[in-house]
């Protein structure tokens, strides 16, 4: 099949597992990105599908090849390093013309492409500039067209855009997707920043601890989480534990909530409801009740803290569905079983 | 207050170290052969003399040869060394490593000794390109220090970038390794050269009966009395030790390679 | 870039050719000169393969003991008044514009690569009689008639600690680099001067620096093989002196060769307490 694939792919460092059996297949043409804290094992993961790292056990293959042990130069693949990596002896042109030269390309060919590239990258006329001269955002977009260069089959980017300030990283993650969607190149990208997953991928890979805990379109990420680390970890959440009795009632700290179902045979549970999805009732009108503690009014949205037995709930709201509430009230805050998410243990 | 001091105190350091080569300066430029100061009469012939008299241009040769040979040997020894350290994972090769600056760290009549006794046991004693060999050995530290700082200073990605772009491990070293590493392999070179340029004991144990480097032929002199192209020599030499470390400091970036690490961990 | 073990013949070859020559022309040579030191000396210069002890026996005569006790006063002396100039020095250099740190960084290397001879050279000119810092006091009328000041003890101690002063100002250069400019600057918003702030904050901030570049010095002024050769009397000869002497001009290599082992040994326990004081720093 064309595309990628891992199979059980195992990474030991000593006696630390640094990626634990992993399987994932990454279909021709899709963008991925691996997403996670540090240290849950993606930048590990990349680097043996760069063939920087070698697997302590399983497969990768790429169109089916079995590429495990081919070494990294002869895998023709595009990758962006977290610190560019740029050739600091070499001008423009030369970083980006330099995977061709060194196959022996002609100089005209090494020059048409170059310019190709460089237009690309909205750098024309750049390519005898030394690349000290060259700004962050200048030198992120180098950094890419010199990946390019080869038309590789594979496109892999280690937190490409970390140096860059917040305004020009949002830019940069719009002009990457519409790049990659252009060329249709399988692109895997390794980030910590969930709105840069959420912005660029057709299908996120949230990992922890060196495993895959969800790999899915953004919105089913987010709307459907698969367990408590995925629902924590994309966005804002409140998790609440919640119980069954044997007629499969559920309450939710003591308060039924009717129509909410759990897995057969299940007694306990946690379920995850987005901050958004909490409605403030006047007291003692929805299925819970409790006391504001603080408001955070951020201008675009307004937070409410919400102390309910001895949990703490999170509701946000826009300006327009302003609640009139103040700290120290009490309220009632309104459950309906479609916003729970009951994740899996 | 405290800068009129700091002046001060900067002001007798330099002329600590600035007085004897003043005088020397100074004795160099004697009209007669006299050891005077202040100098009696002006005349620049005593400069012509280090080229024109035989003796001194033939120790002069000598002492450019070596340097020029013992510290392209040096580097020779201490590049692939240097690299070798920095390429792989083999903690036992770090032996090598302790072994190229033992011979610097240790007093030099050690060193010297040590091959003056080898050299007499393998029956070469007093051939001229043993001291080329013996210089090599002695200096190789100056290179091994500097292109150790130099791999450290290069950011491993590179050479991670190039292998993802298709370089082999050979085209890696010579398009993204050697570039780099050039300035500290030039530095290097240049403190070995220095160096042996004025080294005296192991050139004059080793080949001391059958050459004569500069400072052998000074040493010599010295014993026998004064003259003052030992004046003017010693001017040369420091003169060219100052250009060449000017070269070294205008083209390198010398604080670092003194600093060491500092600038790198910032 | 993945660091891995070598594991063929081929990642091994850069090794080759300097473990070869390390081996062939530093560690044999150590070696022979180990073996040359229990050698039987013949007359004439010569020396036979033997195993004895006779060169080793020597160093129990009171003229060595004396000859011991003076090189290892000298190198103290010179380590302590290079130290103490020196210190003040670097850590102001440290903090001055990089362009007036090049500057004496390159005066500073030019003397350090200067030969002992031409030190030496330089030194007995200063102190000469008919050339010498004399005539200057005389001519400031300071001095009524010029005098030669060597040898002496003091000309050989000048001539060392000249030697040694720009050695000492390097070795104490990268630590100083390092130094948190902030701790001094803390301690000026605390109410100290800048001299109190250096002795309080920077000396003892820099304590294992100090012992360390101390013990570097006295190693250092302990290879130093003319000097006291040239601007002092025999007397004033240290270990060094003595070792080119006897390998030299008596020819006695097998004597020569037991006191440079004898000095290796010296040096290396010194290494070793360096490095002892190091790892202390480390761990504190």
Same mark, same amino acid.
């Given at each position: 099949?064309?595309?990628?694939?891992?199979?059980?792919?195992?990474?030991?460092?000593?006696?630390?597992?640094?990626?634990?059996?992993?399987?994932?297949?990454?279909?021709?043409?899709?963008?991925?990105?691996?997403?996670?804290?540090?240290?849950?094992?993606?930048?590990?993961?990349?680097?043996?599908?760069?063939?920087?790292?070698?697997?302590?056990? +399983?497969?990768?293959?790429?169109?089916?090849?079995? %590429?495990?042990?081919?070494?990294?130069?002869?895998?023709?693949? +595009?990758?962006?390093?977290?610190?560019?990596?740029?050739?600091?002896?070499?001008?423009?042109?030369?970083?980006?013309?330099?995977?061709?030269?060194?196959?022996?390309?002609?100089?005209?060919?090494?020059?048409?492409?170059?310019?190709?590239?460089?237009?690309?990258?909205?750098?024309?006329?750049?390519?005898?500039?030394?690349?000290?001269?060259?700004?962050?955002?200048?030198?992120?977009?180098?950094?890419?067209?010199?990946?390019?260069?080869?038309?590789?089959?594979?496109?892999?980017?280690?937190?490409?855009?970390?140096?860059?300030?917040?305004?020009?990283?949002?830019?940069?993650?719009?002009?990457?997707?519409?790049?990659?969607?252009?060329?249709?190149?399988?692109?895997?990208?390794?980030?910590?920043?969930?709105?840069?997953?959420?912005?660029?991928?057709?299908?996120?890979?949230?990992?922890?601890?060196?495993? %895959?805990?969800?790999?899915?379109?953004? %919105?089913?990420?987010?709307?459907?989480?698969?367990?408590?680390?995925?629902?924590?970890?994309?966005?804002?959440?409140?998790?609440?534990?919640?119980?069954?009795?044997? $007629?499969?009632?559920?309450?939710?700290?003591?308060?039924?909530?009717?129509?909410?179902?759990?897995?057969?045979?299940?007694?306990?549970?946690?379920?995850?409801?987005?901050?958004?999805?909490?409605?403030?009732?006047?007291?003692?009108?929805?299925?819970?009740?409790?006391?504001?503690?603080?408001? $955070?009014?951020?201008?675009?949205?307004?937070?409410?803290?919400?102390?309910?037995?001895?949990?703490?709930?999170?509701?946000?709201?826009?300006?327009?569905?302003?609640?009139?509430?103040?700290?120290?009230?009490?309220?009632?805050?309104?459950?309906?079983?479609?916003?729970?998410?009951?994740?899996?243990? | 207050?405290?800068?009129?001091? @700091?002046?001060?105190?900067?002001?007798?350091?330099?002329?600590?170290?600035?007085? #004897?080569?003043?005088?020397?300066?100074?004795?160099?430029?004697? @009209?007669?052969?006299?050891?005077?100061?202040?100098?009696?009469?002006?005349?620049?012939?005593?400069?012509?003399?280090?080229?024109?008299?035989?003796?001194? /241009?033939?120790?002069?040769?000598?002492?450019?040869?070596?340097?020029?040979?013992?510290?392209?040997?040096?580097?020779?020894?201490?590049?692939?060394?240097?690299?070798?350290?920095?390429?792989?994972?083999?903690?036992?090769?770090?032996?090598? @490593?302790?072994?190229?600056?033992?011979?610097?760290?240790?007093?030099?009549?050690?060193?010297?000794?040590?091959?003056?006794?080898?050299?007499?046991?393998?029956?070469?004693?007093?051939?001229?390109?043993?001291?080329?060999?013996?210089?090599?050995?002695?200096?190789?530290?100056? #290179?091994?220090?500097?292109?150790?700082?130099?791999?450290?200073?290069?950011? /491993?990605?590179?050479?991670?970038?190039?292998?993802?772009?298709?370089?082999?491990?050979?085209?890696?070293?010579?398009?993204?390794?050697?570039?780099?590493?050039?300035?500290?392999?030039?530095?290097?070179?240049?403190?070995?050269?220095?160096?042996?340029?004025?080294?005296?004991?192991?050139?004059?144990?080793?080949?001391?009966?059958?050459?004569?480097?500069?400072?052998?032929?000074?040493?010599?002199?010295?014993?026998?009395?004064?003259?003052?192209?030992?004046?003017?020599?010693?001017?040369?030499?420091?003169?060219?030790?100052?250009?060449?470390?000017?070269?070294?400091? /205008?083209?390198?970036?010398? #604080?670092?390679?003194?600093?060491?690490?500092?600038?790198? @961990?910032? | 870039?993945?660091?891995?073990?070598?594991?063929?013949?081929?990642?091994?070859?850069?090794?080759?050719?300097?473990?070869?020559?390390?081996? !062939?022309?530093?560690?044999?040579?150590?070696?022979?000169?180990?073996?040359? *030191?229990?050698?039987?000396?013949?007359?004439?210069?010569?020396?036979?393969?033997?195993?004895?002890?006779?060169?080793?026996?020597?160093?129990? *005569?009171?003229?060595?003991?004396?000859?011991?006790?003076? *090189?290892? &006063?000298?190198?103290?002396?010179?380590?302590?008044?290079?130290?103490?100039?020196?210190?003040?020095?670097?850590?102001?250099?440290?903090?001055?514009?990089?362009?007036?740190?090049?500057?004496?960084?390159?005066?500073?290397?030019?003397?350090?690569?200067?030969?002992?001879?031409? !030190?030496?050279?330089?030194?007995?000119?200063?102190?000469?009689?008919?050339?010498? !810092?004399?005539?200057?006091?005389?001519?400031?009328?300071?001095?009524?008639?010029?005098?030669?000041?060597?040898?002496?003890?003091?000309?050989?101690?000048?001539? &060392?600690?000249?030697?040694?002063?720009?050695?000492?100002?390097?070795?104490?250069?990268?630590?100083?680099?390092?130094?948190?400019?902030?701790?001094?600057?803390?301690?000026?918003?605390?109410?100290?001067?800048?001299?109190?702030?250096?002795?309080?904050?920077?000396?003892?901030?820099?304590?294992?620096? !100090?012992?360390?570049?101390?013990?570097?010095?006295?190693?250092?002024?302990?290879? *130093?093989?003319?000097?006291?050769?040239?601007?002092?009397?025999?007397?004033?000869?240290?270990?060094?002196?003595?070792?080119?002497?006897?390998?030299?001009?008596?020819?006695? &290599?097998?004597?020569?060769?037991?006191?440079?082992?004898?000095?290796?040994?010296?040096?290396?326990?010194?290494?070793?307490?360096?490095?002892?004081?190091?790892?202390?720093?480390?761990?504190?």
């Amino acid at each position: 099949m064309s595309g990628l694939a891992l199979q059980n792919v195992v990474k030991e460092f000593g006696a630390f597992k640094a990626v634990n059996d992993v399987d994932l297949t990454v279909p021709h043409g899709t963008f991925v990105c691996m997403l996670g804290p540090s240290g849950c094992g993606k930048t590990t993961l990349l680097r043996m599908i760069a063939g920087l790292d070698l697997p302590t056990s +399983g497969a990768i293959r790429l169109d089916g090849e079995d %590429i495990t042990r081919v070494p990294t130069h002869k895998r023709n693949l +595009g990758m962006v390093f977290q610190s560019l990596a740029l050739f600091p002896h070499l001008t423009v042109g030369e970083n980006i013309a330099y995977s061709l030269r060194i196959r022996g390309a002609p100089k005209e060919d090494q020059k048409k492409r170059v310019e190709e590239l460089l237009s690309m990258i909205h750098l024309s006329g750049y390519a005898d500039r030394p690349v000290s001269k060259l700004s962050g955002g200048q030198r992120q977009r180098v950094a890419i067209a010199r990946a390019l260069a080869i038309s590789p089959k594979l496109f892999l980017l280690d937190e490409p855009l970390s140096a860059l300030d917040a305004k020009l990283r949002e830019a940069m993650q719009v002009e990457l997707r519409q790049l990659q969607q252009k060329l249709g190149i399988t692109t895997i990208v390794v980030t910590h920043d969930q709105r840069e997953a959420m912005t660029m991928a057709d299908t996120v890979v949230v990992m922890s601890g060196g495993e %895959i805990r969800q790999a899915a379109s953004p %919105i089913e990420i987010y709307r459907r989480p698969a367990d408590s680390f995925v629902a924590d970890f994309i966005g804002q959440t409140n998790l609440i534990e919640v119980e069954s009795d044997t $007629r499969n009632h559920v309450t939710v700290l003591g308060q039924p909530v009717p129509g909410l179902q759990l897995p057969p045979g299940a007694a306990k549970a946690t379920i995850s409801i987005r901050p958004e999805d909490v409605h403030l009732t006047a007291p003692g009108a929805g299925a819970l009740t409790g006391t504001v503690t603080f408001v $955070r009014d951020l201008g675009g949205t307004i937070e409410t803290f919400v102390e309910a037995g001895d949990r703490q709930i999170v509701a946000v709201s826009t300006p327009r569905e302003r609640p009139e509430v103040s700290v120290g009230q009490q309220v009632g805050i309104a459950l309906t079983p479609d916003v729970c998410v009951v994740l899996r243990k | 207050m405290t800068s009129v001091y @700091q002046k001060l105190y900067f002001f007798l350091i330099g002329l600590f170290l600035a007085l #004897p080569l003043i005088v020397v300066a100074g004795v160099s430029v004697n @009209q007669k052969q006299t050891l005077a100061f202040p100098p009696e009469g002006f005349s620049t012939s005593w400069y012509g003399e280090i080229f024109l008299n035989p003796e001194w /241009r033939n120790a002069l040769f000598a002492s450019v040869t070596l340097a020029l040979l013992s510290a392209a040997l040096a580097v020779a020894i201490a590049l692939p060394l240097a690299w070798f350290l920095w390429r792989r994972v083999a903690p036992w090769a770090n032996i090598f @490593q302790l072994l190229g600056v033992a011979p610097f760290t240790l007093p030099p009549v050690i060193t010297a000794l040590g091959l003056l006794t080898f050299w007499a046991t393998a029956g070469f004693y007093g051939q001229p390109w043993t001291a080329v060999v013996s210089h090599a050995i002695f200096f190789v530290t100056l #290179p091994l220090v500097t292109l150790s700082l130099g791999f450290t200073s290069i950011d /491993r990605s590179l050479v991670e970038a190039a292998a993802t772009m298709g370089a082999d491990e050979r085209t890696i070293f010579r398009t993204v390794v050697l570039p780099l590493i050039l300035p500290y392999i030039v530095s290097g070179y240049a403190f070995a050269f220095v160096l042996s340029l004025n080294e005296y004991i192991v050139a004059y144990m080793t080949v001391g009966f059958t050459m004569e480097t500069l400072p052998i032929k000074i040493f010599n002199a010295l014993r026998y009395g004064y003259t003052p192209t030992m004046a003017s020599v010693t001017v040369l030499f420091v003169s060219t030790a100052a250009v060449i470390f000017g070269l070294v400091a /205008r083209f390198g970036d010398l #604080p670092k390679l003194l600093g060491a690490m500092a600038s790198d @961990q910032k | 870039m993945r660091r891995e073990p070598p594991q063929t013949f081929g990642d091994y070859s850069p090794l080759l050719f300097p473990a070869a020559m390390l081996t !062939i022309f530093f560690v044999v040579p150590f070696g022979t000169m180990i073996a040359v *030191s229990f050698f039987q000396r013949q007359q004439g210069g010569f020396y036979t393969p033997a195993f004895v002890f006779d060169n080793y026996e020597r160093f129990l *005569s009171a003229f060595f003991g004396g000859v011991l006790g003076f *090189s290892l &006063m000298m190198a103290i002396a010179v380590a302590i008044c290079c130290v103490v100039l020196a210190l003040p020095f670097t850590y102001l250099l440290t903090r001055m514009a990089r362009r007036v740190q090049i500057v004496w960084l390159v005066a500073l290397l030019s003397i350090l690569s200067l030969s002992e001879v031409i !030190i030496g050279f330089a030194w007995s000119t200063l102190f000469s009689r008919t050339a010498g !810092i004399t005539n200057i006091l005389v001519a400031l009328g300071l001095m009524s008639e010029a005098k030669a000041l060597t040898p002496s003890f003091a000309a050989v101690l000048t001539g &060392m600690v000249y030697q040694a002063f720009p050695y000492t100002v390097l070795v104490l250069f990268p630590a100083l680099v390092r130094l948190d400019p902030t701790l001094t600057e803390a301690a000026r918003t605390l109410g100290a001067s800048p001299p109190k702030a250096f002795f309080t904050v920077v000396v003892p901030a820099l304590r294992n620096t !100090i012992v360390a570049t101390l013990i570097m010095v006295f190693i250092f002024a302990l290879g *130093s093989y003319l000097l006291p050769q040239l601007l002092g009397r025999p007397q004033h000869w240290t270990l060094s002196v003595l070792i080119t002497d006897q390998a030299i001009y008596q020819s006695n &290599m097998p004597f020569a060769a037991a006191m440079a082992v004898f000095l290796v040994l010296v040096t290396l326990g010194l290494v070793a307490l360096t490095v002892i004081a190091g790892r202390k720093g480390e761990a504190a």
